[in-house]
Structure formats: C-alpha cells, structure tokens
C-alpha cells in the first residue's frame, strides 16, 4: 500500500497501536508454567476488545490468533498445549485489521535464566531491524535494506534465514512488494516510493539459513538447526525517514 491521505495514515497509526499493544500486555502477562494456548488467548481478547480481527486468521485461516514460536520454533507456531519454560525463546507476531487497514509486530522474548550469548542475540536482533528500518525512505532501493542488515551480521558472525523477507502490507496482511529481503541480494532493483507501507523483520541466526516446515503445515524452524530471533516494525517510507506505526501507546 502507498499513504496518499491523510486518513490512511491514521488508519494505519490505530491499527499500528493496537497490535504493539497487544503483543506488549501478552509479553507482560508471559510466565513458565503457561502454555502458549494461554498466551494466544490474552492476545485474542486484547484485540476482541479494540474491534480488530487477527490477520493470520482472516487471511489465511491460521489456527490461532497469534503466532507464538519457543525455542527451536521460529515462525508461525501455532498457540496449543506447549507449556513455555524458564530460559526459553519466545517469539509473539501479532497481525491484525481493523476497518479494512493492517498492521504486522513481533518480537522474541526470554524468560530469564538465559545464557549470555542468546541475551546478546535478542539485543543484536532487535539492533538489526533499527539498522533495517534506517534504510527505509522515498526513492532508495529496496536492496538496501538487506545489504545493511547483512553487514551487520557479518561483521558479527551471525547468519540470517534467507526465506523469510519482510513484505508490503496495509490494505492486507501481505501486498506489493511481497517479497522484500533482508539479507544481501544483487537482483532486486526496486526503489521505496513515498508511502509506501512495509514491514522490516530479519530473522537473525547463530548459524540457521532457511526455514523449514513442520508436519503441522504452519510451524517453522531453522535449518541447519540454530538459535533464531525476529524483531518486526510496520514503517512508513517518507522523503525524511521511516514513521514507525508499531509502536506501544
């Protein structure tokens, strides 16, 4: 989606709140011993509440509201019976819409204890994304994105998983450009219009390069098997800089 009104903009920034706020209050209600189909549901009245509909249900009839992925998991877990445990990874997304407009979070959370180097990893991933983010503004290439974050990760000796991109987003969860990669690509000529809506979300690794499915038909984990954390904004490209509609307010 391109913003060319004003209204759009606040459409967005609403939408934008509510599904920061929403994985913000299931992050602050986490704590071992609950299962994720627990957690799923404080998402799913959280939403219920502010008149949004979750996207990955509307859209695509995932079972569940939100995707909530522990440890080994590292995308589109599906909300069940997994209890979630002291020193575990967990990684909320939170997609929803509300009056025709969509928005798309997440981030990955430790339930302390956690070793040092997984601690360092969540800080670096969610450093990839703002350095991501720094690269999203009117007419500058859509590679540019990954070529940042892949220098980053390369000076520290991460990897990214190479096939889970970011992706337009605003009138629906998933829209031109859909497949926008934050990693180092050489084939992506594209360039960022003014308003244009997008979501920046590396997958940053201690060694994992794809994702691979679960018999589940949803669930993804790393392959070769390896840490992984996600951090997500929904951004806005201006002349000056990227709106960040995501966040917590």
């Known amino acids: 989606m391109t913003i060319t009104k004003q209204d759009e903009l606040d459409k967005l920034e609403e939408i934008g709140r509510i599904v920061a706020n929403t994985m913000q209050a299931m992050a602050k209600a986490m704590t071992p011993g609950m299962t994720t189909r627990e957690l799923d549901e404080i998402g799913r009245v ?3 509440r502010e008149g949004a509909v979750s996207a990955p249900q509307s859209c695509y009839d995932f079972p569940g509201t939100t995707c909530i992925s522990v440890n080994e998991e590292i995308a589109h877990g599906i909300p069940g019976d997994r209890v979630i445990a002291r020193g575990d990874l967990v990684n909320i997304d939170v997609s929803a819409s509300k009056d025709g ?4 979070t997440g981030a990955t959370f430790r339930l302390a204890p956690v070793r040092a180097s997984l601690d360092r990893l969540c800080r670096d991933g969610h450093r990839a994304m703002q350095i991501g983010i720094a690269q999203v503004g009117s007419n500058k290439s859509l ?18 998983i190479r096939n889970l991109a970011s992706h337009g987003v605003g009138r629906s969860l998933h829209e031109y450009p859909e497949e926008i990669a934050t990693w180092p690509t050489q084939h992506d000529k594209r360039r960022i219009n003014k308003g244009l809506v997008l979501t920046v979300e590396p997958f ?4 994992g390069l794809w994702a691979a ?18 951090y997500e904004h929904t951004v806005v490209a ?10 917590p307010g």
């Open 213 to 230: 499915e679960l018999d589940d038909g949803w669930t993804l984990y790393s392959q070769p098997s390896a840490p992984v954390v996600q």
């Open 101 to 104: 407009y969509f928005a798309d």
């Open 46 to 48: 959280f939403l219920e």
């Open 204 to 207: 940053l690794s201690k060694g």
């Open 238 to 247: 201006t002349d000056r800089r990227a709106i960040i509609l995501t966040l």
């Open 143 to 160: 590679a540019g994105i990954g070529a940042a974050i892949g220098r980053f990760a390369q000076a520290r000796d991460y990897t990214l």
